[in-house]
């Protein structure tokens, strides 16, 4: 990974917790860093990290972020999708090929529960 850490600020650190570990578990991604009401994080280290931190209660969050994940498969990108609508995240893209992007590219994109566009990707030609 290029970077060592990825960080978004969220409103309800406790409901976005339990929305990605769903989301993330079926990208196949661990808990790799839980300190309670301040960050959590998912990746394969604390430094290879997707982190969610507490947004300080007045501050306002960026909802220019795009955030795209790989995924291992087409499966488990329809898996990401699904899991994130069910636990209340609104559709910004059904699970599809996106030739205009890459032969192959099959993603799916949710806004989470704060407005961040979220991506699970697949992409076949990168094997």
């Known amino acids: 990974m290029i970077f060592n850490h990825v960080q978004i600020k969220v409103k ?8 990605y ?3 993330m578990l ?5 808990l790799v860093l839980d300190i309670p009401e301040t960050v959590f994080g998912y990746g394969t280290s604390v430094h290879d990290m997707f ?5 300080d209660e ?6 220019a972020v795009h955030i795209s994940f790989n995924a291992s498969d087409k499966k488990s990108v329809d898996e990401f999708y699904r899991i ?3 636990n209340g995240a609104s559709c910004n893209g059904k699970p599809g090929l996106r030739p205009e992007y890459e032969d192959g590219y099959y993603a799916a994109f949710i806004l989470d529960l ?8 697949y992409a076949e030609q990168r094997e």
Do not use: C, M, T
Request: net charge negative; hydrophobic share 40%; proline share 3%.
């Open 12 to 19: 309800d650190l406790g409901s976005s917790k339990l929305f």
């Open 21 to 23: 570990d769903r989301i």
């Open 26 to 30: 079926a990208l196949g991604y661990d």
């Open 51 to 55: 982190e969610i931190r507490q947004a």
């Open 58 to 63: 007045d501050a306002p969050l960026s909802h």
């Open 84 to 86: 994130a609508i069910e």
């Open 114 to 121: 704060d407005g961040h566009n979220i991506e699970a990707v």
